[in-house]
């Protein structure tokens, strides 16, 4: 039996927050396709108090940012961009390109090519996020991108020395300092200083994800990645201070940031809730942790490993911690996720920020039919074929011919004949299927 000690705020409550989000951002991009420039620097003001000459950051202030960044600080943004650059090239080289004969005289073949410009978001107005330069912008590099061009908002009214730092590092080509739906139309619709995107891609809060997802079609997106979320999956093995750290680490990133903790300990469940209890007196972000562990945070019990795998497969969290006795079990069951963080000795912090995954993860469910970002959302996998001797042209052709007339495609099979006629020497009626031959048997 499955035993909620703390739930989250209904379905109900948090669909009316999302009707209010979806407006909002309605709003402004349509206000956006209309004024371009001039409405997108009005919203940097209204809600960054920020409206510099050029959004669009020289490769002077670049470098004069890039060189506020302390050695050591930049050390270690280097060996984070070492680590998920290197996993992406790893990807990359999992992606071949394939051309088979099929048949006779038949080549069949894809290739997988480059989206031809991307914009990636970097959050950064209420924390740096130096790491999502990383994700984004470097594996966009990694897929040999032609055109990068990145986005994050002024922190503390400047851009942030060290997130610059780290697009610059990616391999951004164009940087600029906006923030929030501003930069996420500014990039997809375009104006008459920033040429638009084919695709955005990076974390946000729920109006940045949202305008990505009234976007989408116009532009492709990665996916729908924001708010966070996090969940535990834990038994008697650990103890409630890793699990009440690992839940706050998380609520943290914003005040609706789901945190939930599916363990078969009714006793571990009760020690979390009174640790998290203590650690809220006493972590500096407690003021937006304790805001989503209140409205968003769930304790659930259950009576098996089984019971607790489906309702994790059921929630689909971005974020699943494992600490079991069986967490390989889990890798191999677990079916909707954004992304596993099996056994104690790592943690969800580590794939944020270093680690070398992709922190972009699906929210919302998404994880039910994607994965996360990686190297591969950046390409496009394009087939062709080629068709080299009069045989297979025939062959091809008049088995073609037959199953367009089976669909009334009339038009659609001529093409097919005129080949049957020219290659096979066969006179086919027009309009009519390629008779049945032993040829093409």
Same mark, same amino acid.
């Given at each position: 039996m499955i035993?909620?000690?703390k739930?989250?705020?209904?379905?109900a409550e948090?669909?009316d927050?999302?009707?209010?989000?979806?407006?909002?951002?309605?709003?402004i991009?349509?206000?956006?396709?209309r004024?371009?420039?001039?409405?997108?620097r009005?919203?940097?003001?209204?809600?960054?108090n920020?409206?510099?000459?050029?959004?669009?950051?020289?490769?002077s202030?670049?470098?004069?940012?890039?060189?506020?960044?302390s050695?050591?600080?930049?050390r270690d943004?280097?060996?984070?961009?070492?680590?998920?650059?290197n996993f992406?090239?790893?990807?990359?080289?999992?992606?071949?390109?394939?051309?088979v004969?099929?048949?006779?005289? #038949?080549i069949l073949?894809?290739r997988?090519i480059?989206?031809?410009s991307?914009?990636?978001?970097?959050p950064?107005?209420?924390f740096?996020? #130096?790491?999502?330069?990383?994700?984004s912008v470097?594996?966009?590099?990694?897929?040999?991108?032609p055109?990068?061009?990145a986005?994050?908002?002024?922190?503390?009214?400047e851009?942030n020395?060290?997130v610059i730092?780290?697009?610059?590092?990616g391999?951004?080509?164009?940087?600029?300092?906006?923030g929030?739906?501003?930069a996420i139309g500014?990039?997809?619709?375009?104006t008459?200083?920033i040429?638009?995107?084919?695709?955005?891609v990076g974390?946000?809060n729920?109006?940045?994800?949202?305008a990505?997802r009234?976007?989408?079609?116009?532009?492709?997106i990665d996916?729908f990645a924001?708010p966070t979320e996090?969940?535990?999956?834990a038994?008697?093995?650990?103890?409630?201070?890793?699990?009440?750290?690992?839940l706050?680490?998380?609520a943290?990133h914003g005040y609706?940031s789901?945190?939930?903790? #599916?363990?078969?300990?009714?006793?571990?469940a009760?020690?979390t809730?009174s640790?998290i209890?203590?650690l809220?007196?006493?972590?500096?972000?407690?003021?937006t942790a304790?805001?989503?562990?209140e409205?968003f945070?769930?304790?659930?019990?259950?009576?098996?490993y089984?019971?607790?795998?489906?309702?994790?497969n059921?929630?689909?969290?971005?974020?699943v911690?494992v600490?079991?006795?069986?967490?390989?079990w889990?890798l191999?069951n677990?079916?909707?996720?954004?992304?596993l963080?099996?056994g104690?000795?790592?943690? #969800?912090?580590?794939?944020?920020?270093v680690?070398?995954?992709?922190?972009?993860?699906?929210?919302?469910?998404a994880?039910r039919?994607?994965?996360?970002?990686?190297?591969?959302?950046?390409l496009?996998?394009h087939s062709?074929q080629?068709?080299?001797?009069?045989?297979?042209?025939?062959l091809?052709?008049?088995?073609?011919?037959?199953?367009?007339?089976?669909?009334?495609?009339?038009?659609?099979a001529?093409q097919c004949n005129?080949?049957?006629?020219r290659?096979g020497?066969?006179?086919?009626?027009?309009?009519a299927g390629?008779p049945?031959?032993?040829a093409a048997?």
């Amino acid at each position: 039996m499955i035993n909620h000690l703390k739930s989250a705020r209904t379905a109900a409550e948090r669909h009316d927050d999302e009707l209010k989000v979806r407006e909002t951002v309605a709003t402004i991009l349509v206000d956006i396709e209309r004024r371009g420039d001039v409405a997108v620097r009005e919203l940097s003001q209204k809600f960054d108090n920020y409206s510099p000459s050029s959004f669009l950051l020289s490769a002077s202030e670049i470098e004069a940012l890039v060189n506020k960044v302390s050695s050591k600080d930049m050390r270690d943004i280097r060996f984070a961009h070492e680590q998920v650059r290197n996993f992406a090239q790893i990807q990359r080289d999992s992606m071949k390109d394939v051309e088979v004969e099929t048949l006779p005289g #038949v080549i069949l073949g894809h290739r997988h090519i480059p989206v031809q410009s991307v914009g990636c978001y970097i959050p950064g107005g209420k924390f740096p996020m #130096v790491a999502s330069a990383h994700m984004s912008v470097a594996t966009a590099s990694v897929a040999k991108v032609p055109r990068i061009i990145a986005a994050t908002p002024p922190f503390k009214g400047e851009p942030n020395p060290a997130v610059i730092a780290a697009m610059k590092l990616g391999g951004a080509h164009e940087i600029y300092v906006i923030g929030g739906i501003q930069a996420i139309g500014a990039m997809a619709i375009g104006t008459k200083t920033i040429k638009p995107v084919d695709m955005l891609v990076g974390p946000g809060n729920a109006f940045v994800a949202e305008a990505k997802r009234q976007l989408y079609g116009r532009v492709g997106i990665d996916l729908f990645a924001g708010p966070t979320e996090t969940m535990v999956i834990a038994d008697e093995t650990v103890d409630a201070e890793i699990c009440a750290t690992d839940l706050l680490g998380q609520a943290e990133h914003g005040y609706n940031s789901p945190a939930v903790l #599916v363990t078969n300990s009714g006793k571990l469940a009760r020690d979390t809730l009174s640790e998290i209890e203590r650690l809220l007196t006493i972590l500096p972000t407690a003021e937006t942790a304790s805001k989503s562990w209140e409205d968003f945070g769930e304790v659930i019990v259950c009576d098996s490993y089984d019971e607790m795998l489906a309702v994790a497969n059921n929630i689909v969290s971005e974020h699943v911690q494992v600490m079991t006795d069986r967490d390989n079990w889990f890798l191999e069951n677990m079916r909707s996720y954004g992304a596993l963080f099996l056994g104690p000795r790592t943690n #969800v912090a580590n794939g944020d920020k270093v680690i070398g995954t992709n922190h972009t993860l699906p929210t919302k469910k998404a994880g039910r039919y994607t994965g996360g970002l990686w190297v591969g959302k950046f390409l496009k996998t394009h087939s062709y074929q080629k068709v080299l001797t009069d045989e297979a042209a025939a062959l091809i052709g008049q088995y073609g011919s037959r199953l367009c007339m089976l669909e009334g495609f009339v038009g659609h099979a001529e093409q097919c004949n005129v080949r049957v006629r020219r290659y096979g020497g066969l006179n086919v009626p027009y309009g009519a299927g390629a008779p049945y031959r032993e040829a093409a048997e």
